[in-house]
């Protein structure tokens, strides 16, 4: 196999995306795995994080409409906006968790 001892077979999402039925061998150490996995989490919260800042600001211009007309629904959005922002702030400190895992795996491969 190549790669030494820290390479592996394995039937994995590589030999299924090709339409194989066969292991696709791949000198991968375990370190860059857990790196790859790592950045796929961050990659997909800061995905989630844009989309939640594009509703924060889809309500904030809901907000600034339902004030200008007077709306009686100016509570809802006013719980919508709160709970956004909260999603928002906790979405920010797992994305800068996850970053600083990453740097950690990077550190630790070389």
Known sequence: MPGGSDARCHWGRRSARLGLGLPSCVG???DGDAFA????VAKRTAALLRDARS????????????????????????EAREAVQRLVLELGYRERGEQRRAKAAVRGIR
């Not at 996995?37 to 796929?40: L, V």
């Not at 509703?55 to 006013?78: K, N, Y």
């Open 28 to 30: 991968v150490s375990e």
């Open 37 to 40: 996995a790592s950045a796929a």
């Open 55 to 78: 509703v924060q600001r889809r309500l904030d211009t809901l907000a600034a409409t339902a004030m200008a007309m007077e709306d009686p629904s100016l509570d809802r959005i006013a």
